[in-house]
């Protein structure tokens, strides 16, 4: 006899599907999932300064992967309310090094794919508020502005 | 860092004048007229706005204010808005009109219509220390820091805009439209209110406020008020000074001369 699956629809129907076909379309599926799901995430612009070894490159990246939204909220409230300003975890520090300084033929807005917090934000599809308000690209000297 | 601040002379006058004199000096220095001007010795200079280290939290035991005198302001204080337009980047919202543009800093005038006299002056968030705009805010986005800086934490209004109802200074505005291109120093957004913020990321440096920065020499002074040896609080217990809307019991932090 014949290995089948019957399965009861909503409406009362019933539906036999020979099993053999259900596992090589799930199989189909996942590897076509898997093959778009890749884990790395996109390629990025890389930042202005560099670490000195690769270790503490990828302490940061990691830590940063991670825990970037926690830090940022973390610092917004110790600026916004006691006044803490250092350079560590202050989004203006993240975006003078990691978004490029905009010159006359080109300027990254947050808006642009190339935007450093937009790649994986596009990537991922989360929204990014930050930059309703705050600058999304280092400020131009003042010697810049006078050109 | 720390700034530098133009010694006001507050020295009482010398033995040898007699009280006629020392009354007229006190008269016109009230009126800002300031004969104490002339006796202001050129290049004293008296390091007050101290900078905290960066990773250090404000304290209570400051509390910034301002003292402008408006008979030293011969453009009623233009100089000062146009230097908080640049430092913000407000009053050019593109799609706002007139009437929608934000404005952190207004030009009043008035007239007394005795000695047809004209005063203009700057009218700015005056930091009150209970200030209304906290006491509605529904959310807590408007507070006043430990120092005494009355600031709009944007990332949690809502933009109901109670506290613009509750200023009687009217010195807050509404975004209305998406902006770009805001200073990183000072981020402005939609649906969000905002006013002077007495240039706060200058002070937590240890600099002064823009305004104070292109206000004309010796017309505004700005320091601690909690510091009885700070030139503001010097000045104002030697000549006194007025709030606006002094009827309102809000102990503003900016006072003026000359109103």
New interface residues.
Partial sequence: MRDVRASFCKGGAVSIVPTPIIRTSVALCLALLLGACDSNPPELMAATKQFATEQEKSLHVAEMRTNHMHLLTHK?D?T????????KHSL?AC?DCHVPMPTAQKVV?HTDAEHFCATCHIEVAVKLDCF????DR??LTTAEVAQ | MSVEVNKIDCAEPNDQSNKIDRYRRQFLGALGVTAAAAAIAPGVFLREVQAKPDGQAITNKVRWGMLIDTNKLPDGGDSMIAACKKEHGWGDDPHASPAQQSQWVRKVTFKDNLTKHETALPVMCQHCETAPCVDVCPTGASFKRDDGIVLVDKHICIGCRYCMMACPYKARSFVHEHLENQRPESPRGIGTVESCTLCVHKIDKGEQPACIEAAPAKAAVFGDLNDPESSISKALAKYGAQQIRSDLGLNTGVRYWGI
């Fill in positions: 917004r110790e916004m309310y006691r006044g803490i300003r250092t350079a203006n975006i807005k309703q308000c705050h600058a280092p400020a």
